[in-house]
């Protein structure tokens, strides 16, 4: 039988530019920072928004399911952004994703539910700092002004051509998390550095 244990760590879609990004960051002079979080849990649920187990999915995460458009809501580590009138993706720290998923089948009951984990389909760009709006504007027409698109609002969009969940974090001064699927995550990179060169 083979050994199909794996014989080195995981390597993160962007661990090849993790040098570059901290780089624009330091010569922005904290104008901008740019960071990949690797690794985060996603897991993608559906379920009848109107129904007993979305609730109950809520009271077994800590973390209630938002229920207005392009909104988030955070507990703890956790967070919930909404997809769709019965979809969400529940974000979470690494290695989580099994007992989250547990939780969400038990809570669940016999209502109908999906969980997916899509944590390797994805990884999450960090973007911080006072010209963070400035910077995603470049490549992404959706209003970003804190008016429209303030903390705690997320959005199915593009940037720079490249489909993305956007997400303002509701943190001060937080900014934003760009999930990106891994395929496209290098090129992405590719495009915030040059975008960011206007900063340093």
Same mark, same amino acid.
């Given at each position: 039988?083979?050994?199909?244990?794996?014989?080195?760590?995981?390597?993160?879609?962007?661990?090849?530019?993790?040098?570059?990004?901290?780089?624009?960051?330091?010569?922005?002079?904290?104008?901008?920072?740019?960071?990949?979080?690797?690794?985060?849990?996603?897991?993608?649920?559906?379920?009848?928004?109107?129904?007993?187990?979305?609730?109950?999915?809520?009271?077994?995460?800590?973390?209630?399911?938002?229920?207005?458009?392009?909104?988030?809501?955070?507990?703890?580590?956790?967070?919930? !952004?909404?997809?769709?009138?019965?979809?969400? !993706?529940?974000?979470g720290p690494p290695g989580s994703s099994h007992d989250a998923e547990r939780r969400?089948?038990?809570?669940?009951?016999?209502?109908?539910?999906?969980?997916?984990?899509?944590?390797?389909?994805?990884?999450?760009?960090?973007?911080?700092?006072?010209?963070?709006?400035? !910077?995603?504007?470049?490549?992404?027409?959706?209003?970003?002004?804190?008016?429209?698109?303030?903390?705690?609002?997320?959005?199915?969009?593009?940037?720079?051509?490249?489909?993305?969940?956007?997400?303002?974090?509701?943190?001060?001064?937080?900014?934003?998390?760009?999930?990106?699927?891994?395929?496209?995550?290098?090129? !992405?990179?590719?495009?915030?550095?040059?975008?960011?060169?206007?900063?340093?």
């Open positions: 039988m083979a050994d199909t244990a794996l014989s080195s760590p995981p390597r993160s879609p962007l661990a090849h530019v993790a040098d570059r990004l901290a780089g624009a960051t330091r010569a922005s002079g904290g104008a901008v920072r740019l960071a990949e979080l690797p690794f985060l849990t996603q897991l993608n649920v559906r379920l009848d928004a109107k129904g007993a187990a979305a609730d109950a999915v809520g009271l077994a995460l800590g973390l209630p399911l938002p229920l207005d458009a392009d909104t988030v809501v955070r507990a703890g580590e956790s967070t919930a !952004l909404w997809l769709g009138p019965d979809e969400w !993706l529940l974000v969400i089948r038990a809570a669940a009951g016999d209502e109908p539910v999906s969980v997916t984990d899509v944590s390797a389909q994805r990884t999450t760009v960090l973007v911080t700092g006072p010209r963070a709006r400035d !910077l995603l504007a470049h490549g992404c027409a959706l209003d970003l002004h804190p008016r429209a698109f303030g903390p705690g609002r997320c959005a199915q969009t593009t940037l720079a051509r490249t489909q993305i969940v956007l997400v303002s974090r509701d943190e001060t001064r937080a900014g934003f998390w760009i999930l990106v699927r891994s395929s496209f995550a290098g090129y !992405l990179a590719d495009w915030l550095l040059d975008a960011a060169t206007e900063y340093i």
